[in-house]
């Protein structure tokens, strides 16, 4: 996975130096509309934004696993379980400023009964004759509000209340090359309050994704975050990889994806991915997302 993202980091630095010389239709316009549709590419943030007072209600679910000993016929490939789901409303406040809130069922590695809010704001908007790419910045904080387990070894134990918390940041930098193709790279910082023995609390990372429209109502969409730390810490955690159909229209973005992480939202599938697409632990999920426009 680690070749994966050197090549994908290394072809978007490649586009981004010389996207002078690439024919485009996009540049004549004065500024994009979007870069990814929506405001998420699968799992993590996308650089885009709400527009001005726009709200949107989030639905987003995933399954159990769709093979390996977990899933098959018995489970009907995941359908029977539940991973995780989560419920969320975001607001564009300006065109370069919105927030969100949600909340999560929760994976239970380790966390369940979660509820996050985020705050985005976009600080470079790709631009003919000024700029070749956009970029936006992402604070989430998380809170789990789960009855504290009475085993001390536990994460879930919470020794102090604020060990409840954890936070992300982000800095997400796109670009749309043409009207079929975007790409994106996302490097992010992970906090947790609290962590078990053999963890650490700080936790950087680089998300990837893209793009490609096929018609003008589908596309297909990849992402792919690798988490780096100390090789003796973390052993069981793995890289994020999910590919999903997206379909749009003026107010619903309809996505269907398949990753192999089975919590929601970066302060999950960062840090506790521990699924193996080999070995069958990837499931079915499903993002409805719902605009209204206060006119």
């Not at 590419?41 to 650089?47: E, L, P």
């Amino acid at each position: 996975m680690s070749k994966f993202l050197t090549v994908f980091s290394l072809v978007f630095l490649y586009n981004f130096v010389f996207s002078q010389a690439i024919p485009d239709t996009i540049f004549e316009q004065q500024e994009l509309d979007y870069t990814f549709t929506g405001t998420r590419v699968i799992n993590g943030h996308s650089v885009d934004m709400l527009p001005k007072r726009t709200m949107e209600f989030r639905i987003e679910h995933k399954f159990g696993d769709l093979a390996g000993t977990n899933g098959g016929v018995q489970s009907m490939f995941g359908f029977d379980n539940l991973s995780d789901m989560r419920i969320a409303l975001e607001y564009g406040v300006t065109d370069k400023l919105m927030f969100g809130f949600g909340r999560c069922k929760g994976a239970g590695k380790p966390y369940r009964s979660l509820l996050d809010g985020h705050v985005k704001y976009s600080i470079l908007k790709q631009k003919k004759g000024k700029s070749f790419v956009s970029m936006s910045l992402i604070g989430t904080a998380g809170f789990t509000y789960m009855t504290a387990s009475n085993d001390q070894s536990l994460v879930s134990n919470f020794p102090k209340f604020s060990h409840r918390f954890s936070y992300v940041s982000q800095l997400n930098v796109a670009r749309r090359f043409n009207d079929r193709l975007s790409l994106c790279i996302m490097p992010t910082y992970v906090h947790r309050n609290y962590v078990a023995a053999n963890d650490q609390n700080e936790l950087f990372a680089v998300g990837s994704g893209i793009r490609f429209r096929i018609s003008s109502r589908f596309a297909i969409i990849g992402e792919y975050y690798h988490a780096f730390a100390s090789p003796n810490m973390r052993t069981n955690s793995k890289s994020s990889l999910g590919i999903a159909l997206e379909w749009f229209t003026f107010g619903h973005n309809f996505t269907i994806n398949i990753t192999n992480s089975s919590g929601i939202g970066e302060l999950q599938f960062i840090p506790y991915t521990t699924e193996k697409w080999s070995l069958g632990q990837f499931r079915l999920g499903f993002c409805i997302g719902r605009k209204f426009t206060k006119e």
